[in-house]
Protein backbone atom coordinates (compact mmCIF):
# COMPACT_ATOMS: atom_id res chain seq x y z
CA UNK A 1 0.00 0.00 0.00
CA UNK A 2 1.08 3.51 -0.60
CA UNK A 3 2.52 5.68 2.08
CA UNK A 4 1.04 9.33 1.22
CA UNK A 5 3.15 10.66 4.07
CA UNK A 6 6.15 9.31 5.68
CA UNK A 7 4.55 9.90 9.42
CA UNK A 8 1.50 7.62 8.54
CA UNK A 9 4.11 5.09 7.17
CA UNK A 10 4.28 3.64 11.60
CA UNK A 11 2.70 0.41 11.80
CA UNK A 12 1.52 -0.97 15.35
CA UNK A 13 3.74 -4.02 14.46
CA UNK A 14 6.85 -2.04 14.33
CA UNK A 15 6.20 -0.06 17.54
CA UNK A 16 5.51 -3.25 19.62
CA UNK A 17 9.06 -4.46 18.55
CA UNK A 18 10.03 -0.79 20.49
CA UNK A 19 11.16 -1.71 24.17
CA UNK A 20 10.65 2.02 25.53
CA UNK A 21 8.04 2.92 28.38
CA UNK A 22 5.13 3.23 26.77
CA UNK A 23 5.24 -0.17 24.73
CA UNK A 24 6.53 -2.37 28.14
CA UNK A 25 3.99 -0.52 30.41
CA UNK A 26 1.07 -2.49 29.65
CA UNK A 27 0.30 -5.76 28.21
CA UNK A 28 0.17 -6.35 24.47
CA UNK A 29 -3.55 -5.77 23.95
CA UNK A 30 -3.36 -2.61 25.44
CA UNK A 31 -3.06 0.35 23.16
CA UNK A 32 -0.72 2.89 24.86
CA UNK A 33 -1.75 6.64 23.83
CA UNK A 34 -0.96 8.17 27.60
CA UNK A 35 2.84 8.93 28.06
CA UNK A 36 4.29 12.39 25.83
CA UNK A 37 6.55 9.66 23.43
CA UNK A 38 5.97 10.31 19.90
CA UNK A 39 5.41 7.37 17.92
CA UNK A 40 7.64 8.73 14.44
CA UNK A 41 10.52 7.90 13.12
CA UNK A 42 13.80 10.06 14.14
CA UNK A 43 14.39 12.76 12.02
CA UNK A 44 17.00 11.59 9.08
CA UNK A 45 20.02 13.47 9.94
CA UNK A 46 19.81 12.95 13.68
CA UNK A 47 19.75 9.22 13.09
CA UNK A 48 23.16 9.63 11.12
CA UNK A 49 24.93 11.78 13.33
CA UNK A 50 24.02 8.63 15.91
CA UNK A 51 25.25 6.28 13.20
CA UNK A 52 28.40 7.89 12.98
CA UNK A 53 28.93 7.75 16.88
CA UNK A 54 28.09 3.97 16.84
CA UNK A 55 30.01 3.74 13.73
CA UNK A 56 33.51 5.18 15.93
CA UNK A 57 32.37 3.82 19.29
CA UNK A 58 32.38 7.17 20.59
CA UNK A 59 30.06 6.09 24.11
CA UNK A 60 31.99 7.90 26.32
CA UNK A 61 31.38 11.22 29.08
CA UNK A 62 29.24 13.68 27.22
CA UNK A 63 31.52 17.34 26.18
CA UNK A 64 28.74 19.75 25.58
CA UNK A 65 30.12 22.98 24.70
CA UNK A 66 28.56 23.23 21.47
CA UNK A 67 24.81 23.12 23.11
CA UNK A 68 25.12 26.95 23.48
CA UNK A 69 25.94 27.66 20.27
CA UNK A 70 23.74 25.44 18.64
CA UNK A 71 20.60 26.35 20.88
CA UNK A 72 21.67 29.91 20.35
CA UNK A 73 21.22 29.56 17.09
CA UNK A 74 18.27 27.28 16.67
CA UNK A 75 16.40 30.15 19.31
CA UNK A 76 17.51 32.91 16.74
CA UNK A 77 15.93 31.30 13.34
CA UNK A 78 13.25 29.45 14.96
CA UNK A 79 12.37 31.50 18.03
CA UNK A 80 13.05 34.63 16.75
CA UNK A 81 14.86 34.78 20.23
CA UNK A 82 18.04 36.42 20.04
CA UNK A 83 20.09 34.46 23.25
CA UNK A 84 23.82 34.55 24.05
CA UNK A 85 25.26 31.45 24.12
CA UNK A 86 27.20 31.97 27.42
CA UNK A 87 24.28 32.48 29.33
CA UNK A 88 23.18 28.38 28.19
CA UNK A 89 24.02 25.37 30.23
CA UNK A 90 23.74 21.72 29.51
CA UNK A 91 21.54 19.56 31.64
CA UNK A 92 20.50 15.71 31.82
CA UNK A 93 16.88 17.05 31.14
CA UNK A 94 14.72 20.00 32.29
CA UNK A 95 13.22 18.31 35.41
CA UNK A 96 16.96 18.53 36.86
CA UNK A 97 17.17 21.67 35.23
CA UNK A 98 14.68 22.97 37.43
CA UNK A 99 15.91 21.36 40.49
CA UNK A 100 19.05 23.36 40.04
CA UNK A 101 17.39 26.36 39.12
CA UNK A 102 14.94 25.72 42.56
CA UNK A 103 18.52 25.63 44.30
CA UNK A 104 19.82 28.64 42.93
CA UNK A 105 16.83 30.70 43.93
CA UNK A 106 15.01 29.86 47.09
CA UNK A 107 15.29 28.05 50.05
CA UNK A 108 14.62 25.28 51.81
CA UNK A 109 10.81 25.72 53.02
CA UNK A 110 10.06 29.20 50.46
CA UNK A 111 6.80 28.82 48.41
CA UNK A 112 6.90 28.13 44.73
CA UNK A 113 3.78 28.91 43.03
CA UNK A 114 2.80 26.07 39.78
CA UNK A 115 -0.80 26.54 37.84
CA UNK A 116 -2.69 23.18 38.16
CA UNK A 117 -3.58 20.83 36.17
CA UNK A 118 0.06 20.81 35.49
CA UNK A 119 2.85 18.25 34.67
CA UNK A 120 2.84 15.88 37.54
CA UNK A 121 6.68 16.14 37.95
CA UNK A 122 6.28 19.76 38.98
CA UNK A 123 4.70 18.62 42.29
CA UNK A 124 7.26 16.08 42.55
CA UNK A 125 10.12 17.94 42.19
CA UNK A 126 9.46 20.99 44.53
CA UNK A 127 8.52 18.62 47.49
CA UNK A 128 11.57 16.28 46.90
CA UNK A 129 13.64 19.82 46.78
CA UNK A 130 11.74 20.70 50.32
CA UNK A 131 10.23 23.49 49.09
CA UNK A 132 6.29 24.54 49.36
CA UNK A 133 3.71 23.90 46.58
CA UNK A 134 1.63 26.68 45.96
CA UNK A 135 -1.19 26.44 44.18
CA UNK A 136 -3.07 29.11 41.59
CA UNK A 137 -5.11 26.59 39.73
CA UNK A 138 -5.54 28.14 35.36
CA UNK A 139 -8.70 29.87 35.43
CA UNK A 140 -11.52 27.47 32.90
CA UNK A 141 -13.10 29.87 30.27
CA UNK A 142 -15.41 28.49 27.85
CA UNK A 143 -15.23 30.92 25.14
CA UNK A 144 -11.22 31.32 25.53
CA UNK A 145 -9.96 28.57 26.94
CA UNK A 146 -7.72 28.40 29.94
CA UNK A 147 -6.28 31.39 31.40
CA UNK A 148 -3.55 32.16 34.62
CA UNK A 149 -4.95 33.51 37.28
CA UNK A 150 -3.21 36.63 37.33
CA UNK A 151 -4.71 37.95 40.28
CA UNK A 152 -4.50 34.25 41.86
CA UNK A 153 -0.92 35.08 40.94
CA UNK A 154 -0.71 38.40 42.43
CA UNK A 155 -2.09 36.94 45.88
CA UNK A 156 0.39 34.52 46.23
CA UNK A 157 3.39 36.45 45.48
CA UNK A 158 2.07 39.40 47.90
CA UNK A 159 2.01 36.20 50.62
CA UNK A 160 5.62 35.86 50.25
CA UNK A 161 6.17 32.56 47.57
CA UNK A 162 9.73 33.14 46.31
CA UNK A 163 9.53 31.51 42.94
CA UNK A 164 6.69 30.76 40.27
CA UNK A 165 7.48 27.52 38.41
CA UNK A 166 6.23 27.98 34.74
CA UNK A 167 4.93 25.80 32.26
CA UNK A 168 5.03 27.42 28.95
CA UNK A 169 3.86 26.01 26.04
CA UNK A 170 1.16 24.82 29.04
CA UNK A 171 1.20 20.75 29.37
CA UNK A 172 -1.60 19.54 29.71
CA UNK A 173 -3.94 22.02 28.67
CA UNK A 174 -1.76 23.17 25.67
CA UNK A 175 -2.00 26.99 25.74
CA UNK A 176 1.12 28.68 24.12
CA UNK A 177 0.99 31.93 26.62
CA UNK A 178 0.92 35.15 24.82
CA UNK A 179 3.11 38.19 25.20
CA UNK A 180 0.80 40.23 27.03
CA UNK A 181 0.30 37.24 29.30
CA UNK A 182 4.01 36.68 29.82
CA UNK A 183 4.27 40.50 30.27
CA UNK A 184 1.81 40.90 33.31
CA UNK A 185 3.39 37.95 35.10
CA UNK A 186 6.88 39.51 34.80
CA UNK A 187 5.58 42.61 36.22
CA UNK A 188 4.25 41.03 39.34
CA UNK A 189 7.43 38.76 39.71
CA UNK A 190 9.13 42.17 39.47
CA UNK A 191 6.78 44.03 42.16
CA UNK A 192 7.18 41.26 44.63
CA UNK A 193 10.43 40.08 43.81
CA UNK A 194 9.34 36.28 42.64
CA UNK A 195 11.90 34.16 40.90
CA UNK A 196 10.60 32.87 37.77
CA UNK A 197 11.37 29.60 36.23
CA UNK A 198 10.04 28.52 32.71
CA UNK A 199 9.66 25.28 30.98
CA UNK A 200 9.79 25.18 27.51
CA UNK A 201 10.28 21.84 27.07
CA UNK A 202 7.32 22.22 24.01
CA UNK A 203 8.15 25.69 22.39
CA UNK A 204 9.20 24.10 19.21
CA UNK A 205 5.91 22.22 19.07
CA UNK A 206 4.18 25.49 18.71
CA UNK A 207 1.36 24.74 16.06
CA UNK A 208 1.38 26.39 12.25
CA UNK A 209 0.76 29.72 13.15
CA UNK A 210 0.99 30.14 16.41
CA UNK A 211 3.44 32.19 17.88
CA UNK A 212 5.82 31.09 20.91
CA UNK A 213 7.01 34.10 23.19
CA UNK A 214 9.87 33.20 25.28
CA UNK A 215 9.35 34.22 28.92
CA UNK A 216 12.99 35.41 29.15
CA UNK A 217 12.11 37.52 25.79
CA UNK A 218 9.18 39.42 27.55
CA UNK A 219 11.31 39.53 31.09
CA UNK A 220 14.67 40.82 29.93
CA UNK A 221 16.52 42.18 33.40
CA UNK A 222 12.89 42.76 35.23
CA UNK A 223 12.98 39.33 37.31
CA UNK A 224 15.72 37.00 38.24
CA UNK A 225 14.28 34.08 35.68
CA UNK A 226 15.62 30.81 34.18
CA UNK A 227 14.15 28.91 31.67
CA UNK A 228 14.49 25.37 30.69
CA UNK A 229 14.41 23.69 27.34
CA UNK A 230 15.15 20.62 25.31
CA UNK A 231 15.07 18.89 21.79
CA UNK A 232 13.28 15.60 24.03
CA UNK A 233 9.95 16.90 22.38
CA UNK A 234 10.16 18.25 19.32
CA UNK A 235 12.47 15.39 18.16
CA UNK A 236 11.18 12.60 20.47
CA UNK A 237 14.57 11.78 21.76
CA UNK A 238 13.80 12.37 25.52
CA UNK A 239 15.53 9.00 26.24
CA UNK A 240 19.37 10.28 25.34
CA UNK A 241 19.22 12.72 28.23
CA UNK A 242 20.16 15.85 27.44
CA UNK A 243 18.56 19.52 27.93
CA UNK A 244 19.52 23.29 28.32
CA UNK A 245 18.77 25.90 30.58
CA UNK A 246 18.82 29.49 30.16
CA UNK A 247 19.97 31.90 32.56
CA UNK A 248 18.95 35.50 32.25
CA UNK A 249 21.62 37.67 31.94
CA UNK A 250 21.27 38.64 35.97
CA UNK A 251 21.81 35.06 36.67
CA UNK A 252 24.48 34.21 34.43
CA UNK A 253 27.53 34.73 35.98
CA UNK A 254 25.69 32.71 39.03
CA UNK A 255 24.45 30.00 37.29
CA UNK A 256 28.08 29.48 36.11
CA UNK A 257 29.29 29.65 39.56
CA UNK A 258 26.61 26.72 40.90
CA UNK A 259 27.37 24.49 37.68
CA UNK A 260 30.59 24.75 38.72
CA UNK A 261 30.39 24.02 42.20
CA UNK A 262 28.55 20.42 41.37
CA UNK A 263 30.12 17.73 41.88
CA UNK A 264 31.67 16.16 38.45
CA UNK A 265 29.44 13.06 38.66
CA UNK A 266 26.18 15.35 38.04
CA UNK A 267 27.31 16.72 35.25
CA UNK A 268 28.28 13.27 33.86
CA UNK A 269 24.02 12.43 33.71
CA UNK A 270 24.63 14.53 30.65
CA UNK A 271 23.87 11.97 28.04
CA UNK A 272 26.81 11.93 25.34
CA UNK A 273 24.57 10.71 22.48
CA UNK A 274 21.82 12.85 23.88
CA UNK A 275 24.57 16.20 23.13
CA UNK A 276 25.28 14.60 19.86
CA UNK A 277 21.39 14.56 19.12
CA UNK A 278 20.55 17.64 20.29
CA UNK A 279 22.89 19.22 18.23
CA UNK A 280 21.96 17.78 14.98
CA UNK A 281 18.34 18.84 15.98
CA UNK A 282 18.89 22.00 16.94
CA UNK A 283 21.36 22.52 13.82
CA UNK A 284 19.79 20.32 11.05
CA UNK A 285 16.46 19.10 11.80
CA UNK A 286 13.80 22.70 11.34
CA UNK A 287 12.60 21.08 8.35
CA UNK A 288 11.76 17.75 9.97
CA UNK A 289 10.19 19.90 12.40
CA UNK A 290 8.17 22.22 10.07
CA UNK A 291 6.46 19.21 8.38
CA UNK A 292 5.91 17.31 11.72
CA UNK A 293 3.98 20.78 12.66
CA UNK A 294 1.93 20.26 10.00
CA UNK A 295 1.57 16.95 10.12
CA UNK A 296 0.32 17.42 14.32
CA UNK A 297 -1.91 20.60 13.19
CA UNK A 298 -3.61 18.16 10.91
CA UNK A 299 -4.30 15.21 13.85
CA UNK A 300 -5.39 18.22 16.00
CA UNK A 301 -8.37 18.41 13.35
CA UNK A 302 -8.53 15.37 12.67
CA UNK A 303 -9.41 14.12 16.51
CA UNK A 304 -11.74 17.00 16.90
CA UNK A 305 -13.84 15.06 14.01
CA UNK A 306 -13.15 11.57 15.28
CA UNK A 307 -14.29 12.40 18.75
CA UNK A 308 -17.40 14.45 17.80
CA UNK A 309 -18.75 11.34 15.20
CA UNK A 310 -17.76 8.90 17.98
CA UNK A 311 -17.51 9.94 21.40
CA UNK A 312 -19.20 13.44 21.10
CA UNK A 313 -19.52 13.49 25.01
CA UNK A 314 -15.65 14.47 25.10
CA UNK A 315 -15.31 17.96 24.80
CA UNK A 316 -11.84 19.08 23.49
CA UNK A 317 -10.33 22.34 22.35
CA UNK A 318 -7.73 21.81 20.09
CA UNK A 319 -4.25 23.11 21.71
CA UNK A 320 -2.05 26.01 21.38
CA UNK A 321 1.18 23.91 21.08
CA UNK A 322 2.01 20.24 21.76
CA UNK A 323 0.67 16.92 20.73
CA UNK A 324 -1.11 16.14 23.59
CA UNK A 325 -4.86 16.40 23.91
CA UNK A 326 -6.69 17.50 27.08
CA UNK A 327 -9.73 15.79 27.18
CA UNK A 328 -12.64 16.90 29.04
CA UNK A 329 -14.86 13.59 30.11
CA UNK A 330 -16.87 15.04 33.06
CA UNK A 331 -20.21 14.86 30.99
CA UNK A 332 -19.62 11.05 30.21
CA UNK A 333 -21.82 8.68 31.84
CA UNK A 334 -18.92 6.36 33.64
CA UNK A 335 -17.90 5.65 37.45
CA UNK A 336 -14.95 6.41 38.65
CA UNK A 337 -11.76 7.91 36.72
CA UNK A 338 -12.32 7.99 33.01
CA UNK A 339 -9.07 6.41 32.35
CA UNK A 340 -9.76 3.66 34.07
CA UNK A 341 -12.87 3.24 32.37
CA UNK A 342 -11.26 3.46 29.14
CA UNK A 343 -8.48 0.92 29.98
CA UNK A 344 -10.44 -1.62 31.29
CA UNK A 345 -13.47 -1.51 28.32
CA UNK A 346 -11.35 -0.18 25.41
CA UNK A 347 -8.02 -1.87 26.68
CA UNK A 348 -6.75 2.42 25.45
CA UNK A 349 -4.50 4.06 27.68
CA UNK A 350 -4.57 7.41 28.48
CA UNK A 351 -3.51 9.58 31.07
CA UNK A 352 -5.33 9.95 34.55
CA UNK A 353 -6.20 13.59 34.51
CA UNK A 354 -6.41 14.06 38.02
CA UNK A 355 -2.74 13.18 38.23
CA UNK A 356 -1.81 17.10 37.30
CA UNK A 357 -4.10 17.80 40.47
CA UNK A 358 -7.25 18.22 41.89
CA UNK A 359 -8.75 20.26 39.02
CA UNK A 360 -8.16 17.87 36.57
CA UNK A 361 -10.71 15.35 37.84
CA UNK A 362 -12.79 14.28 34.93
CA UNK A 363 -10.02 14.83 32.38
CA UNK A 364 -7.69 12.22 30.55
CA UNK A 365 -4.63 13.76 28.09
CA UNK A 366 -4.18 12.00 25.31
CA UNK A 367 -1.16 11.76 23.06
CA UNK A 368 -1.72 12.29 19.69
CA UNK A 369 2.05 12.41 17.98
CA UNK A 370 1.04 9.54 16.19
CA UNK A 371 -0.24 8.23 12.62
CA UNK A 372 -3.52 9.05 11.69
CA UNK A 373 -4.99 4.87 11.47
CA UNK A 374 -3.46 4.47 15.19
CA UNK A 375 -5.48 7.99 15.63
CA UNK A 376 -8.50 6.37 14.78
CA UNK A 377 -8.14 3.20 16.91
CA UNK A 378 -7.75 4.96 19.72
CA UNK A 379 -10.91 6.93 19.56
CA UNK A 380 -12.61 3.84 18.39
CA UNK A 381 -11.39 2.37 21.40
CA UNK A 382 -12.72 4.87 23.21
CA UNK A 383 -16.18 4.63 21.89
CA UNK A 384 -15.95 1.05 22.37
CA UNK A 385 -15.45 1.56 26.25
CA UNK A 386 -17.94 3.48 26.15
CA UNK A 387 -20.95 0.70 25.42
CA UNK A 388 -20.05 -0.42 28.74
CA UNK A 389 -21.83 1.90 31.52
Avoid at 289 to 298: A, V
Amino acid sequence: MKISNPFDGITLGALRERSSEKWRVYPADVLPAFVAEMDFETAPPIRSALQRAIDRSDFGYAAPKEIGPAFAGFASSFLQWDVDPQTVFAVPDVMSGVSQALHLLTQPGDGVVINPPVYPPFFEVIAYEERRIVDVPLVENTASGWLIDLDGLERAFASGAKAYLLCNPHNPVGRAWSEPELRAIAQLAQRYNVAVISDEIHAPLTMPGVPFVPFLQVARDACDAIALSSASKGWNIAGLKCGVLIAGTSLADKMRERLRALPTEIESRIGHLGVIATIAAFRECVPWLQELRTYLDGNRAVLRQLLAKHVPGVRYRPQDATFLAWLDCRDLDVTGEPSAHFLKYGRIALYRGASFGAQGSGFVRLNLGTSRPILAEIVQRMEAALLHR
